[in-house]
């Protein structure tokens, strides 16, 4: 069983040969995928693709076409929309305010035809010859040590890797085809399916001179008005949009100085006085010099990690290794914190 990092660039990877298909049949507009013409794939393909780039130049390079042609593409689904998407700056180009809009739901659409590719060569290829299971960095790793102990004890017979990628990428691992599950905060991508495997309160670090450094447990509306610092997730994903949701109705609506990479960042910080940090119980062990870490007050400040797996089919061991990982929350809720 192998543990690594991995790095991972780009939202698209390019494929000549499909481009080309593409960019060859984007005139018919009466063939159809789905319910979406061909035509409109590869416009919100462009589309997506000058978002990303904010410059039609490099976009066309992502895609391996001619920038003419992500031009024209452009151009043909702003006159179908009766809206310009995008406005042409000394840098690049920017999105106007329909761009903004129409960008997210042109993402599902180029997310749903990926999908279907990959769990469709998964399908012919039959069986995997070992589990691909990447995991975000807010993971605490004592949690893939015990997935790993279930498995040999199971006697699973297919080999599982372990790899770490960052979080906001997790769906983009599951729906390439590149990992089979991931590990990761929830929730999840509307479109990744979940299941809660372990359940940890949430604490936060304190400077060891901060005016509630005494007390055993801190009720979150006594930091009113305090910076928070974060190590739970990008600044827009769904995970920190959610614990900023339970801490606003607690009494405590966070103000972040900072995101943090790792807790042990978050903690630097909290010592230094950059604000208090806001983290997972399974950080207690770290016990930094300079910054204490207390519990909330508040029994429903709970993260949850989660298993993801795309929707649809699956091979049956990648089911099988999904059905056993979810045995990992203990029956006990007193022991959340002991890993």
Same mark, same amino acid.
């Given at each position: 069983?192998?543990?690594?990092?991995?790095?991972?660039?780009?939202?698209?990877?390019?494929?000549?040969?499909?481009?080309?298909?593409?960019?060859?049949?984007?005139?018919?507009?009466?063939?159809?995928?789905?319910?979406?013409?061909?035509?409109?794939?590869?416009?919100?393909?462009?589309?997506?693709?000058?978002?990303?780039?904010?410059?039609?130049?490099?976009?066309?390079?992502?895609?391996?076409?001619?920038?003419?042609?992500?031009?024209?593409?452009?151009?043909?689904?702003?006159?179908?929309?009766?809206?310009?998407?995008?406005?042409?700056?000394?840098?690049?180009?920017?999105?106007?305010?329909? %761009?903004?809009?129409?960008?997210?739901?042109?993402?599902?659409?180029?997310?749903?035809?990926?999908?279907?590719?990959?769990?469709?060569?998964?399908?012919?290829?039959?069986?995997?010859?070992?589990?691909?299971?990447?995991?975000?960095?807010?993971?605490?790793?004592?949690?893939?040590?015990?997935?790993?102990?279930?498995?040999?004890?199971?006697?699973?017979?297919?080999?599982?890797?372990?790899?770490?990628?960052?979080?906001?990428?997790?769906?983009?691992?599951?729906?390439?085809?590149?990992?089979?599950?991931?590990?990761?905060?929830?929730?999840?991508?509307?479109?990744?399916?979940?299941?809660?495997?372990?359940?940890?309160?949430?604490?936060? %670090?304190?400077?060891?001179?901060?005016?509630?450094?005494?007390?055993?447990?801190?009720?979150?509306?006594?930091?009113?008005?305090?910076?928070?610092?974060?190590?739970?997730?990008?600044?827009?994903?769904?995970?920190?949009?959610?614990?900023?949701?339970?801490?606003?109705?607690?009494?405590?609506?966070?103000?972040?100085?900072?995101?943090?990479?790792?807790?042990?960042?978050?903690?630097?910080?909290?010592?230094? %006085?950059?604000?208090?940090?806001?983290?997972?119980?399974?950080?207690?062990?770290?016990?930094?010099?300079?910054?204490?870490?207390?519990?909330?007050?508040?029994?429903?400040?709970?993260?949850?990690?989660?298993?993801?797996?795309? %929707?649809?089919?699956?091979?049956?061991?990648?089911?099988?290794?999904?059905?056993?990982?979810?045995?990992?929350?203990?029956?006990?809720?007193?022991?959340?914190?002991?890993?």
């Amino acid at each position: 069983m192998e543990l690594e990092e991995i790095g991972r660039s780009g939202n698209f990877r390019g494929n000549n040969e499909r481009q080309a298909g593409m960019e060859a049949g984007a005139d018919d507009e009466t063939s159809s995928c789905g319910t979406v013409p061909l035509g409109d794939m590869i416009q919100y393909l462009c589309a997506v693709a000058v978002a990303e780039q904010s410059h039609f130049t490099r976009a066309a390079q992502r895609l391996h076409l001619d920038q003419s042609a992500v031009s024209r593409h452009i151009h043909k689904l702003e006159s179908r929309l009766g809206t310009r998407l995008f406005v042409r700056t000394p840098r690049g180009a920017e999105l106007t305010e329909a %761009g903004r809009v129409l960008i997210p739901f042109a993402e599902r659409v180029l997310l749903a035809a990926r999908t279907g590719e990959s769990l469709t060569r998964s399908i012919a290829r039959g069986e995997p010859e070992r589990i691909e299971v990447a995991y975000a960095p807010q993971v605490d790793v004592r949690i893939l040590a015990r997935i790993r102990k279930l498995v040999v004890e199971a006697g699973f017979r297919t080999p599982v890797r372990f790899q770490s990628v960052a979080g906001e990428r997790l769906s983009e691992c599951l729906s390439d085809g590149t990992s089979h599950v991931a590990i990761g905060l929830l929730p999840s991508a509307e479109h990744i399916e979940s299941r809660c495997i372990w359940r940890e309160p949430l604490v936060v %670090g304190l400077p060891v001179t901060h005016r509630l450094a005494r007390r055993r447990a801190i009720s979150p509306s006594h930091l009113s008005g305090e910076p928070a610092i974060q190590a739970l997730g990008s600044p827009d994903s769904g995970v920190w949009g959610s614990i900023c949701a339970l801490l606003r109705g607690v009494g405590y609506p966070p103000s972040v100085t900072h995101h943090a990479h790792s807790a042990t960042v978050a903690l630097a910080l909290a010592r230094e %006085g950059f604000g208090v940090a806001i983290l997972k119980a399974s950080e207690l062990h770290l016990r930094p010099k300079g910054v204490l870490l207390r519990a909330f007050t508040e029994a429903s400040l709970v993260v949850e990690t989660g298993l993801l797996y795309a %929707g649809g089919h699956r091979p049956r061991l990648v089911d099988d290794f999904i059905s056993l990982a979810s045995d990992l929350i203990p029956p006990d809720a007193a022991t959340i914190t002991d890993l």
